[in-house]
């Protein structure tokens, strides 16, 4: 496989992902069950000050989950324009970085979340750490 479209299978794998996430973090507080409907409610009613705001735990987890959206969607942006440009000298100085990002990524999700995100990021990994493979030698010699 060539690096274009291992790049291009990365960002449609991190796009997949994107969507997943974004589904996930906006849907949050519909609790399956009464337990989780608890944690929830009190995740958003217990307020504290925080750096001179007045705010719950639940606002945080939005905003990371929101942030996230945004981190996701910016790896998902990269991944599909260095496809276009897989055999440049400074695409090829991105790609092992953003590789052992998404691997790492991965290992996190895997960890604190679930092993279906965890696959997404590993593979998107895997694919970009290939296409630099593929490309260093041209590249470098």
Do not use: D
Not at 8 to 37: C, D, E, K, Y
Not at 48 to 66: C, E, L, Q, W
Not at 77 to 97: D, Y
């Amino acid at each position: 496989m060539n690096s274009k479209l291992l790049l291009r299978i990365a960002s449609g794998l991190m796009l997949f992902h994107t969507v997943g996430h974004t589904i996930g973090a906006l849907t949050w507080t519909q609790a399956p069950n009464a337990a989780i409907g608890r944690v929830i409610t009190a995740m958003e009613t217990n307020y504290f000050k925080f750096m001179g705001r007045n705010t719950t735990i639940a606002s945080f987890y939005n905003g990371y989950g929101v942030i996230l959206i945004f981190v996701l969607l910016l790896l998902t942006i990269i991944l599909w324009l260095l496809s276009g440009e897989s055999e440049n000298r400074l695409t090829v100085k991105l790609l092992l970085p953003l590789s052992a990002y998404l691997i790492i990524q991965a290992v996190g999700e895997f960890v604190y979340f679930f092993p279906f995100a965890a696959v997404i990021s590993f593979f998107a990994g895997l694919a970009v750490l290939l296409a630099w493979l593929a490309v260093r030698e041209k590249i470098i010699n």
